[in-house]
C-alpha cells in the first residue's frame, strides 16, 4: 500500500525490459538502488527531474509512468 | 544496509563506546573535594581523540562492507534525509544550548562543568542526527 498520492508501474516496466534490475535502472537514472526501491514501494516521490530520466528509461511519457491519485 | 546508514550507526556506536566512560570518570573526578582539572582537560582531548580514530575505523570498515555504495555520491532522497536529520539535530543543539545557558545563569557550576555540559549537548545533538538518519533508513 503505497504512503504517498502517486503511483508508479515501474516494477511492471522493469520486468517487461527484460527484468531489468533496479541496481541498473538505479545507476541509468543517477540515484542509490535503495532509492529505486523506495519509490518503487511508494515510500519516496522522486523529483520531476528523476521522474523524467525514469520515463526516458523506459521511451514513454511520464503520465505513463507515474500517475497521480486524487483520493 | 546502504552505507550511509552503517556510517551513522559508527557514530552512535563511537560516540557512546567514548563518552559514556568518559562522563562516567567526569562525574567521578568532578565530584572528588580536589578535583584535578588538569587530568580532565587530558581526559577530554584523549575522548576526543580516541572517538575520531574509532570513528574513522568503523566508517573504514563500513566502507569495506559496501564498497559500491560508499563510492555512490548522496542522491536526493538521501539529501532529503539527511537535511531532515541536520535540522532535528539543530534545533537539538540549540534547545541544550539554551538550556544549558539557563542554568548556567541560575547556578555555580563551574566554568569546567559548564564545558561539558556544552559538550553534551553536541553529543547529543549528534546522536540525534544519527538516529534521524538511521529511522529513515529503516523507514524507507
Redesign the interface.
Known amino acids: 500500500m503505497p504512503d504517498l498520492p502517486i503511483t508508479n508501474r515501474i516494477r511492471e516496466l522493469r520486468a517487461a525490459k527484460g527484468d531489468m534490475s533496479q541496481l541498473a535502472l538505479a545507476n541509468m537514472i543517477?540515484?542509490?538502488r535503495?532509492?529505486v526501491?523506495?519509490i518503487e514501494?511508494g515510500?519516496?516521490s522522486?523529483?520531476l527531474e528523476?521522474a523524467f530520466r525514469i520515463a526516458t528509461v523506459f521511451k514513454l511519457p511520464l503520465e505513463e509512468v507515474f500517475q497521480y491519485q486524487k483520493n | 544496509m546502504p552505507f550511509r546508514e552503517k556510517k551513522a550507526w559508527a557514530t552512535i556506536l563511537a560516540l557512546f563506546v567514548v563518552f559514556l566512560p568518559f562522563y562516567f570518570l567526569m562525574a567521578r573526578t568532578y565530584h572528588q573535594p580536589d578535583p584535578d582539572f588538569y587530568s580532565l582537560i587530558h581526559l577530554a582531548l584523549a575522548a576526543l581523540v580516541i572517538f575520531v580514530v574509532l570513528e574513522l575505523l568503523l566508517v573504514f570498515i563500513a566502507r569495506r562492507m559496501s564498497p559500491e555504495d560508499a563510492s555512490t555520491p548522496l542522491d536526493e532522497r538521501e539529501q532529503l534525509f539527511a537535511f531532515r536529520s541536520a535540522r532535528a539535530a539543530y534545533i537539538t543543539l540549540i534547545a541544550l544550548v539554551i538550556l544549558v545557558t539557563f542554568f548556567n545563569i541560575h547556578a555555580d557550576g563551574g566554568n569546567w562543568g559548564w564545558g561539558m555540559a556544552y559538550l553534551l549537548a553536541i553529543i547529543l545533538s549528534e546522536i540525534v542526527r544519527a538516529t534521524m538518519l538511521i529511522v529513515q533508513y529503516r523507514r524507507g
Open positions: 543517477g540515484v542509490t535503495q532509492t526501491n523506495a514501494l515510500k519516496y522522486p523529483s528523476v
